[in-house]
């Protein structure tokens, strides 16, 4: 009887200890979330700061009918934002081309970090890999941001003149009211418009 009840009582100070731990660890690491300035946002599970947008969709736009446009979005603390591929004139159109909807960004007048390459379809991957990148910090342009389903619109204008701007919500994926109004992203976004 003596035995059972030290095995009873063992497995109750195990338990004890490992619940106590648990609740240790959740509390460090939302401790460490608030000291860091990042919040986590369950519904889009993704790690934000304070006052970022949630949500967007990411789109892009390339002007060029040479090149093509790869590119890298990042935090200026070197957190990466996002990653994408853009086809020469926007696959043939005026307009954004496809995107990704569910990340965080910076709203307009922040700075971001955008790393890109401009490069000839006809490329290998050799040779895509060995074009070095362009970097540049940049400040997001933008107005009239909505915090529900904004837009994130990477633009190439030339080879050396890249945009990021942040606008309204969007009435359906990969087609901002802006854009179906009509509006060449290039106009708005480009020095010589188009």
Known sequence: MKEIFNITTCNSVKSLLWSRCFIGA?????LSACVSGYSYDPI??????QGELRGVAFNGANRSDIFAFSYELYRLNGGRLYKGD?????????????????????????????????YPLQLSLEEFEALPWRERVITVEGTGVEDKLPV???????????????????EYFDV???????????????????
């Open 26 to 30: 959740i509390a460090i690491f939302l």
């Open 44 to 49: 889009w599970g993704l790690n934000y700061k």
């Open 86 to 118: 853009i086809d020469t004139f926007s696959r043939g159109g005026g307009g954004l081309g496809g995107g990704y909807l569910g990340g965080v960004f910076p709203r307009p007048g922040e700075q971001v970090r955008i790393r890109w390459k401009a």
């Open 152 to 170: 994130v619109a990477t633009i190439m204008c030339d080879i050396d003149d890249v945009h990021v701007y942040v606008f309204g919500k969007k």
């Open 176 to 194: 901002p009211h802006e854009i179906k109004a009509g509006v060449n992203p290039f106009y708005w976004a480009c020095k010589n418009n188009v």
